[in-house]
């Protein structure tokens, strides 16, 4: 039964009114989505001072009772008012919500911690994915999973290794936990880009000759990959950038500089994927760059309307995106074609749960510590307590598990059709337990573990104790006759680089941004070319 004939069960009395070009039975379905939107936006902000209930949450509850109540009207015939479509997701809804994350990112954090990101999002991904394949393959033959081949195996690795990056943006707040914000947002996003790809190399991999060429071409085809993609998005930043600092459209209209914007972001993406790259780190850089350089160059109405523009479709995209996914876990078909009872169901579900904690476990706690071992000073170290709720917050799992799943088995040539459903019912069941279960309990965990313990905040400057290493260093060449006989001694740049890199780094980066970027590109303390301003009226008198 179609999306079409189930509405048409729930109206046929405006069957016959219909125009001659619109679908009533899409009218139907789209209006009451479209009801069930403002319905979570509603109890969202009744909601909002609830510790234990967030829009995900919200959205995936009712989007469970709408299936729920069209499953009964259909006589358990069919659950959808729409159905889950991989186009959809990759291609309307997830690049609005990613493209927001990175223009509102607080950059400095970010970049501070990119390390520490670059390692849980690569490295720690890949561990995962090998912990939750081999564990799949030595488990699931004795809870009555037999007819999955290695390629199933090393599929279902990579799908349960994404971590679900729009769900941390609703249970971690940037403002009051900036470290971790930073940490499992970005690790998230450099997450899926990497499952993505690993998913990906296992549908061309040549299983039946596999050596460390293997292993190697595909930590190679991840590499190209990421700095591919990353590059792209920069790219796309700053064309946009230069477009409206050098043409002023705000002196016409500000209008067009708003749609510029928008525009650019999303070409960004749609180039990546028409390249084959990845279109989640193309889009998130050029988030980045755009806040970095474009927003400063446009005027002052369209950087509010920008801003609120951004986060407000970003806003919808995310609680479209829940609530589909609720709607499609009562998919009637998928729960018949597996025919396993539910104590098979139950032991696959929890057995693919049960992996996702270890193999997060595997990669948090050592990568931390070991990023610990390469910090010399304490408070910038990741403290216990904060490597739990780190490994906690990353074991949301979401759409992107969802739609790689539907990819690998919904049209299984080699799987059987009762195994392929049977891995569809079991990631769904595991998507809604990690988010409704997890992203529940991570806010009241949050402020039971680490805000009752939270030291007072320390600024920048007095966490730089080589601060007058650095200043000695980068003190430009002045006068001869102010040149003592006695300079200061100062440390060798190299062994400065080294001991402290994030800083050194962001020195020299802002030198070089001032001085060759800004002139070109805009950006901060650039002011647009407005007719009607006091810049603009000197500018049209001269």
């Not at 009801?35 to 936006?41: D, G, Q, R, S, V």
């Not at 970049?111 to 488990?139: D, E, H, P, Q």
Request: proline share 3%.
């Amino acid at each position: 039964m179609t999306v079409v004939e189930t509405i048409e069960v729930l109206s046929p009395v405006l069957q016959g009114s219909s125009s001659s070009f619109l679908s009533t039975g899409t009218i139907i379905a789209l209006t009451g989505f479209f009801a069930l939107l403002c319905a979570c936006i509603v109890i969202g902000h009744l909601l909002e001072e609830n510790l234990w209930a967030n829009e995900s949450i919200i959205s995936l509850v009712l989007g469970l009772c709408s299936g729920l109540v069209v499953l009964l009207v259909t006589k358990f015939e069919n659950s959808h008012i729409l159905t889950f479509s991989e186009d959809l997701f990759f291609l309307y809804l997830l690049p609005p919500i990613i493209f927001n994350a990175g223009f509102q990112v607080k950059k400095k954090q970010f970049f501070k911690n990119f390390t520490t990101i670059f390692l849980f999002g690569v490295f720690g991904t890949m561990i995962s994915f090998c912990i939750i394949s081999l564990g799949a393959y030595f488990l699931f033959k004795r809870v009555g999973v037999a007819n999955l081949n290695i390629q199933d195996y090393l599929a279902i690795g990579a799908i349960l290794s994404a971590t679900d990056s729009v769900c941390t943006l609703q249970v971690l707040s940037q403002d009051e936990t900036p470290l971790l914000y930073s940490i499992v947002f970005g690790e998230g996003v450099v997450n899926d880009a990497t499952s993505i790809v690993l998913f990906n190399a296992v549908q061309t991999l040549n299983f039946s000759d596999i050596d460390i060429l293997t292993a190697l071409k595909l930590l190679g085809t991840f590499l190209y990959l990421f700095f591919t993609s990353t590059a792209l998005g920069i790219a796309a930043g700053l064309i946009s950038a230069f477009i409206i600092k050098t043409l002023y459209f705000g002196r016409h209209s500000t209008d067009r500089e708003v749609a510029l914007m928008m525009l650019m972001a999303y070409l960004s993406y749609m180039l990546a994927e028409l390249f084959n790259l990845s279109g989640i780190l193309t889009i998130f850089f050029c988030g980045i760059v755009m806040s970095h350089y474009t927003w400063h160059n446009v005027t002052e109405s369209s950087r509010i309307t920008t801003k609120h523009a951004f986060a407000t479709i970003s806003f919808i995209a995310e609680t479209f995106l829940f609530l589909y996914v609720g709607m499609d876990a009562l998919d009637i078909e998928k729960w018949k074609e597996s025919k396993a009872s539910a104590g098979t169901s139950l032991a696959v579900s929890s057995t693919l749960l049960a992996l996702v904690l270890v193999g997060r476990a595997a990669f948090v706690f050592p990568i931390a510590n070991i990023t610990n071992l390469m910090k010399k000073r304490e408070n910038t170290k990741i403290e216990f307590r904060q490597q739990f709720i780190i490994w906690w917050a990353g074991l949301m799992r979401g759409a992107v598990t969802i739609a790689l799943s539907y990819n690998q088995f919904a049209s299984s040539d080699d799987t059987s059709m009762q195994d392929s459903a049977l891995m569809i019912t079991c990631t769904i069941i595991v998507v809604l337990f990690s988010t409704v279960v997890f992203g529940s309990i991570t806010k009241p965990l949050i402020g039971a573990v680490l805000l009752r313990h939270a030291k007072p905040t320390i600024s920048d400057a007095t966490d730089l104790p080589s601060q007058e290493d650095l200043n000695i260093l980068f003190l430009e060449s002045g006068d001869s006759s102010e040149q003592t006989n006695n300079p200061p001694t100062r440390k060798n740049s190299l062994r400065l680089l080294i001991s402290n890199p994030t800083y050194t780094v962001h020195y020299w980066w802002r030198k070089f941004d001032d001085k060759c970027m800004r002139p070109v590109f805009g950006g901060r303390g650039f002011v647009p070319f407005v007719p009607s301003s006091p810049t603009g009226a000197r500018d049209e008198t001269s």
